[in-house]
């Protein structure tokens, strides 16, 4: 703004117009040709008028436009089209269009070319102007500042109908420089303005607008418009994310409300303060401050004056006592009484009751081993993606911790994590990509273990520093499906670092912290020798059910693991409504099962488990390839499924013919036959060619009667085999946690009857993790040392891993299918491990659960559970 008067004003543009044209003659030969060529009027449709430039701010032109005050519509009017100030020595003054270079910094051309704008914002053609005549170039940067600077500064004395309020002023400026740093940052991304010299002043737009967001942030908090600071601190919040500075005084703000809401009677008005404690206290789990700690006791004496008027209705008023209960729960759902009164009142406090045959003891994704252990990770911890079967789709993959499905692009997805995801131990705060990339580097540095294969496949994620939720996943090599690499389990990484933990910490697998819909209860008690087992307790995690789309979930409160040694009659109890799920029925036993109605007797068509006796490689006798491949052909698989496993019930359970399960769309026809590696003579000369006689132990674990009966024929079908006693085969029972000791952390076995579930239908890329040899150290996948240096590899060996590693880099179906086939025979000449069968599981689920899933108002069919991720989608499940 100039304060000229309008004469002189006049006077002054004449005199720069003379001089623009005589020196339009005087052009240098070297002058850019583009200074010379006319630019176009653009029309701005609907709301802007005739004439307005080539970039015209058309946010600013709407807000003009709807602008009530004068003042206020002035303001906007000036800065509808981005332009510079050319001010000449002479004090001739001219808004032309902006140019590339800072002046006074740069190096100008001599003569430089302009566009001049006009009053109607006309754009006229270019026309070149002598450096000697120029004292200053204002860039529209810093026009638009002094321009904020001087809208603060109008005189109280200013007539009222001039004078625009303090929420207005902040609005206009706010939303002029927001516009400016648009203009800017597309300028230098198109080139019209260039150089380093720029940044400074990009820095200056970005400074006083953040100072501007604060000011009127705060202004409106000192007169108390807490819709205002509502609005403008959400809208700040996701601005500013990766500032965390900025995010602690705005979260600080908000809790400012909380302190008069918090005496309200209204419950939204006490949910709201509870909101937004979470808020601050997960986004800043190390930063208590004063304002939280009064609104935590305010809070929490407001949750104990409900408990009490619970308690003295529970008997007189049970109705009104559970009304009551819901108040509790939403402000404070870890209260101590709280959990005892909805029992007693049966208020909403569901509890699912399941039967192990194991009871969980490690609960992390890197250390579960048994099936009840893998279900609880399911309980705990999430994926950026949950997956579920579907009875036409297949596998489901549905948004855990995203916000909406990942963007596709070739070996990458872009994510948005969820913002609002918080870990089950406070100090751990909430998830974010902080989280989300120590996973990664956690699992890659031991990516040896069971279940960290997956975070091989990631390269460097790309953040994007504007928006810290958001990320760019980029993988190594393609994945057939890589909605499967996003359903690794995410782990509190930032906290683990912190206490210097590691993915397989004892500790932390025996006090895990998830963001999963519950949590390990405070209430579960270690075991005592020679007393029974006692149930193992999950209680629903509050703060899940608080983020959007998750609300009030789990709708089941509580998961108890009850031994099945414990349970005198199991069907009684399904009937009485005090069990819900049995994981693990034998086949022997559906009869006992399926003469009642209270429960549904299910098959689960999702079974991609083998049992195989895994061999110690690093053993010299097993060395030999001859002796391996006598095991392996050796064992009649159906006679020792029809003697120890079917009961008569011959649909049941499966022979394998090779490393991929029965079922498995890898398996080709040919080799699918039943008993087809039963092949006796074969057997027999493999084993005569042995070189000692060899005494071979089969470890078994001690807690599975089936188990025993199995190898005990195994034992006699390899003793029948073998000619003049060239090996002779001993059994040993262990306890399952000694089994697995012995055979992944101190490799100190021969045979072991084990099993082993694929994670996807992607059987042959998860069997090329399972061999690698990278993986043959302590507690690694590959329990085998198959490959290893140490355990001399033969030159088909060295082939065999070939073939895995190509399989491993194939995306296409029908390639990765056709060398499925060759690795099914190279498997049989080198037998890694000597697979036996697939059981079929049964369950019994209690007709009274029902399996919500997201999206759908039918219940998800038993028999599409998987038995080993047996919860996943567990918090929309209800029991009726």
Not at 648 to 659: F, Q, S, T, V, W
Request: one cysteine or more; hydrophobic letters at 40%.
């Amino acid at each position: 703004m100039t304060s000229r008067n309008p004469i002189s004003r006049w006077l002054g543009l004449l005199a720069l117009c003379c001089t623009f044209v005589a020196l339009a003659q005087l052009r240098s030969e070297d002058e850019d040709p583009n200074f010379n060529k006319p630019l176009k009027k653009v029309i701005v449709p609907d709301d802007g008028p005739a004439g307005v430039g080539l970039n015209a701010l058309t946010d600013l032109v709407r807000a003009r436009n709807a602008a009530k005050h004068t003042t206020i519509k002035e303001f906007y009017s000036a800065f509808v089209v981005p332009f510079d100030r050319v001010i000449t020595k002479t004090g001739a003054v001219q808004r032309v269009n902006p140019l590339p270079l800072v002046f006074g910094k740069d190096r100008y051309p001599d003569p430089y070319g302009v566009a001049p704008i006009d009053a109607n914002n006309d754009v006229g053609e270019v026309v070149s102007v002598p450096l000697t005549i120029t004292r200053q170039v204002q860039p529209f940067e810093q026009i638009a500042l002094t321009a904020v600077d001087q809208l603060f500064k109008l005189p109280n004395s200013t007539p009222a109908d001039k004078l625009p309020t303090m929420p207005e002023r902040y609005a206009a400026a706010e939303r002029l420089l927001t516009q400016v740093l648009f203009f800017h940052e597309n300028a230098l991304e198109q080139r019209k303005r260039t150089g380093k010299n720029w940044e400074p002043l990009k820095l200056a737009v970005d400074d006083k607008l953040t100072k501007v967001r604060m000011e009127w942030v705060q202004l409106a908090l000192k007169q108390k418009d807490w819709p205002l600071v509502r609005e403008l601190t959400d809208r700040f919040i996701q601005r500013y994310k990766a500032d965390d500075k900025l995010l602690k005084e705005l979260y600080s703000v908000r809790l400012s409300e909380c302190e008069e809401l918090v005496t309200s009677e209204k419950l939204p008005d006490l949910e709201r303060v509870r909101d937004s404690l979470l808020d601050y206290e997960s986004r800043f789990p190390n930063s208590p401050t004063d304002t939280v700690s009064r609104i935590r006791t305010k809070l929490t004496a407001r949750a104990n004056q409900f408990i009490e008027e619970a308690e003295s209705k529970a008997v007189s008023n049970p109705n009104e006592a559970r009304n009551i209960l819901r108040n509790v729960e939403a402000l404070d759902p870890d209260e101590a009484r709280l959990k005892k009164l909805q029992q007693q009142l049966r208020s909403s406090y569901a509890v699912l009751v399941v039967a192990a045959r194991r009871m969980p003891e490690r609960f992390t994704p890197a250390t579960a081993r048994f099936d009840s252990e893998k279900q609880a990770v399911e309980l705990l911890f999430e994926g950026l993606l949950e997956s579920r079967a579907d009875d036409k789709l297949g596998i489901v993959y549905t948004p855990a911790l995203l916000n909406g499905k990942p963007q596709t692009s070739a070996l990458a997805r872009t994510v948005q994590i969820h913002e609002r995801a918080a870990w089950s131990l406070p100090e751990a705060g909430i998830f974010d990509a902080a989280d989300l990339l120590g996973t990664l580097k956690l699992n890659q540095s031991k990516s040896h273990l069971p279940g960290a294969n997956l975070a091989e496949w990631y390269a460097e994620p790309s953040l994007e520093p504007a928006n810290p939720s958001q990320l760019k996943l980029n993988f190594h090599l393609g994945h057939p499906d890589p909605r499967h690499l996003l359903s690794l389990k995410m782990l509190p990484a930032r906290w683990l670092e912190s206490q210097g933990k590691a993915i397989d910490d004892r500790e932390f697998a025996a006090k895990p912290v998830g963001t999963g819909p519950f949590k390990l209860s405070p209430s579960n008690r270690t075991p005592e020798a020679g007393k029974p087992l006692p149930d193992v307790v999950f209680d629903a995690q509050a703060w899940y059910g608080r983020r959007p789309g998750r609300i009030s979930q789990p709708h089941i409160k509580e998961v108890r693991f009850v031994h099945l040694k414990n349970i005198a009659d199991p069907v009684a109890e399904l009937g009485g409504d005090r069990l819900h799920i049995v994981t693990d029925i034998p086949t022997q036993e559906l009869d006992r099962y399926s003469n009642q109605v209270q429960a549904a007797i299910v098959t689960p068509s999702t079974n991609r488990r083998i049992h195989y006796l895994a061999v110690n490689h690093r053993n010299a006798a097993l060395q030999q390839t001859d002796l391996r491949r006598g095991l392996i052909h050796a064992i009649d698989r159906e006679a020792i499924l029809n003697t120890v496993f079917r009961a008569g019930k011959k649909e049941y359970h499966k022979a394998l013919n090779g490393p991929f399960p029965a079922n498995s769309w890898l398996v080709a026809k040919s080799a699918s036959a039943p008993n087809a590696l039963y092949q006796r003579d074969v057997a027999a000369a493999k084993l005569e060619r042995v070189s000692n006689s060899s005494i071979v132990t089969i470890l078994y674990p001690n807690d599975e009667p089936l188990a025993k009966d199995a190898c005990e024929l195994i034992k006699k079908q390899l003793e029948a085999v073998s000619s003049a006693g060239k090996l002779s085969i001993a059994l040993e029972a262990v306890p399952p946690t000694d089994l697995h000791r012995r055979v992944f952390t101190e490799h100190r076995y021969e045979l072991a009857y084990l099993s082993h579930e694929y994670a996807s239908d992607w059987s042959a890329h998860e069997l090329a993790s399972w061999l690698d040899p990278k993986a043959t150290g302590t507690d690694g996948r590959n329990c085998f040392g198959y490959l290893a240096k140490e355990t001399t590899p033969e030159a088909d060996d060295d082939s065999f891993r070939k073939l895995l590693g190509d399989v491993r880099s194939s995306r296409d179906p029908e390639r990765i299918q056709t060398m499925a086939l060759e690795i099914h025979k190279r498997f049989h000449e080198r037998v890694p491990f000597i697979p036996l069968w697939q059981i079929d599981s049964h369950m019994a689920i209690s007709t009274r659960l029902k399996l919500m899933v997201e999206g759908s108002s039918d219940p998800l069919l038993p028999r599409l559970l998987n038995p080993t991720t047996l919860f996943s989608g567990i918090a929309r499940w209800r029991i009726e």
